[in-house]
């Protein structure tokens, strides 16, 4: 196992930086492409993960902490963003992730947990029983997986300018 | 075809700030994990993108615009980082990767760059002819394809401690 609290915290206090310094006062389309019908774009990205700010991770650590005897997680909705994200400029965007952020691990590290702590459990709607650690964990691969998937997004939107380079790229070889 | 020049320069001008607020003042392991032997760190990726800026990128395009009858580049030391980055910190790294990206930008904008000069060509010793746009294009997605790979590898460090969450997560389903 390799989860360390800390070590999490480092990941999740500097995601919104990252995504500031991609994609923050951009004027040319980086931000909004994506890999066809139905994929992601960066923007959606940003708005799914301040619905997860909103309404996963955190609320999802306060049932399995809280007195609540039922510990069951709401479903998350991985489409929210679709109408949330509407008429908001990605800057308007990447504030507000950054804002609630901020709020998520000031109540993060207020708790002060312990080993007991991350070894409690809730109960995933579709996986079941879950622990504290588990989530934090996810959590913090959940941003990184989210720039995997962004940086890919743009390596392919010039799969056609790089000429015979194309093969020495890993993302290109298959398109 | 979606290249642009201006497209291409605020990404490169973009990734040594997105390596800072990733890998800055860290007191974790998040920068030298790495996939096994033989596979790279963020700290590796960091000494190749060092090198690239001395030895590939404008030196390349300075050989296609420049004088010389002969094209051909010089071949790219893909592990010159192994003895180059030797007894320096990950930032340290970054602050020397920060300094040349800008020098190299420096160099790019000064040549106001024409379409009859972004088709000028070179000849790299294993793909053979390729243009200054190709050459541009691949510099710009090769950012890109290292903070993929590195987002790869911060995400598989997590693989066993996310619990049933691995099957949520495309990177870590088939591990």
Redesign the interface.
């Known amino acids: 196992?390799?989860?360390?609290l800390?070590?999490s915290i480092?990941?999740l206090e500097?995601t919104p930086?990252?995504f500031?310094?991609?994609f923050q006062d951009?004027?040319?389309?980086?931000a909004t492409i994506n890999e066809g019908p139905k994929t992601w774009s960066a923007y959606d990205i940003i708005g799914h993960l301040i619905h997860g700010e909103r309404t996963d991770w955190i609320p999802r650590a306060k049932i399995i902490l809280g007195d609540n005897e039922d510990k069951t997680f709401k479903p998350f909705d991985r489409f929210a963003q679709e109408t949330l994200s509407k008429g908001k400029s990605t800057n308007e965007l990447l504030e507000e992730f950054t804002r609630l952020r901020q709020e998520s691990l000031q109540q993060l590290k207020a708790w002060k947990l312990t080993d007991e702590d991350l070894n409690k459990k809730g109960v995933?709607p579709e996986?079941?029983a879950?622990?504290l650690?588990?989530l934090l964990?996810?959590w913090?691969?959940?941003d990184?997986?989210h720039?995997?998937q962004l940086?890919?997004v743009?390596?392919k939107?010039?799969a056609?300018?790089?000429?015979?380079?194309k093969?020495?790229?890993?993302?290109l070889k298959d398109l």
Chains 1, 2 share one sequence.
């Open positions: 196992m390799n989860f360390e800390n070590k480092k990941i500097r930086a990252v500031r310094a991609l951009l004027d040319c389309e980086w995933h996986l079941g879950v622990t650690a588990q964990s996810t913090t691969i959940h990184l997986a720039i995997n940086s890919r743009m390596v939107h010039y056609n300018d790089v000429g015979p380079w093969n020495y790229i890993r993302l």
